[in-house]
């Protein structure tokens, strides 16, 4: 039990955050640096090339920004031990056959 608290408390620390606000430091100046390529490249077959790895890294901008933001959302609530175990007597006590145990998770 307590592993898990401090799993989630790493998970959502000052430093995960940062971690991910590096990544997505780090796609931006990759965008970036496609951007000018693409510009500059002479044959339609290297603009497809970097057309299509620049949709690639837009999806993995949009992941990171989400991720951050859950992350953000995740560090305001202050889980216990007590929420712990509640959560766990709730799933061992649930009926995984109706819908509203299913959308627990």
Do not use: H
Request: net charge negative.
């Amino acid at each position: 039990m307590q592993d898990t608290l401090r799993y989630y408390a790493q998970r959502t620390d000052e430093e995960s955050i940062k971690s991910v606000d590096a990544k997505i430091v780090n796609a931006k100046k990759d965008i970036e640096e496609m951007t000018n390529s693409f510009i500059q490249a002479k044959s339609q077959l290297l603009r497809d090339n970097i057309e299509k790895k620049m949709l690639e890294f837009e999806v993995l901008l949009d992941n990171l920004l989400m991720q951050k933001a859950k992350l953000e959302i995740e560090r305001g609530f202050n889980i216990g031990e007590q929420d712990l175990l509640k959560f766990i007597k709730e799933i061992l006590s649930g009926d995984p056959t109706k819908e509203d145990y299913k959308n627990q998770s």
